[in-house]
């Protein structure tokens, strides 16, 4: 299993933008799709995007689609999630996943769900606020 640790996050105002960084360590972290969740106050956990293990496909959630990108520096074990135009509703703590297999499922179910997913970051808080 590979290990994660995320960096990143804070306090911003809406329209502002932010990035977040995983760092992976333990195994060849290509061969691992990774994804993002967030966790609003007091609502369950909530998919927000999937980058394959090469970085070629990503996968998003419709709220955040053409707002938030995920992308990957394999040679370094990174994987960012770069967040852009965030609104009041984005806050959460946000989590970087991720799990053996570096393709994509075909199902949007699949990869979206975060029992699918069996190496989890600490977290970090993301709160968007003027």
């Known amino acids: 299993q590979v290990q994660l640790v995320q960096s990143g996050g804070g306090l911003v105002q809406p329209g502002d933008g932010l990035k977040l960084s995983c760092a992976a360590s333990?195994?060849?972290?290509?061969?691992?799709?990774t994804a993002w969740f967030r966790q609003p106050p007091g609502k369950d956990r909530e998919f927000v995007g999937v980058?394959?293990?090469?970085?070629?496909?990503?996968f998003y959630a419709t709220s955040v689609q053409g707002r938030f990108t995920a992308s990957r520096d394999n040679a370094n074990n990174l994987v960012y999630l770069t967040m852009n135009s965030l609104k009041p509703e984005d806050t959460a703590v946000y989590y970087c996943a991720a799990e053996l297999g570096g393709v994509l499922p075909p199902s949007s179910r699949a990869r979206s769900d975060p029992n699918k997913y069996h190496s989890w970051g600490q977290g970090t808080q993301v709160t968007v606020s003027s």
């Open positions: 333990g195994s060849t972290f290509s061969d691992y799709r």
């Open positions: 980058i394959s293990g090469t970085g070629r496909s990503a």
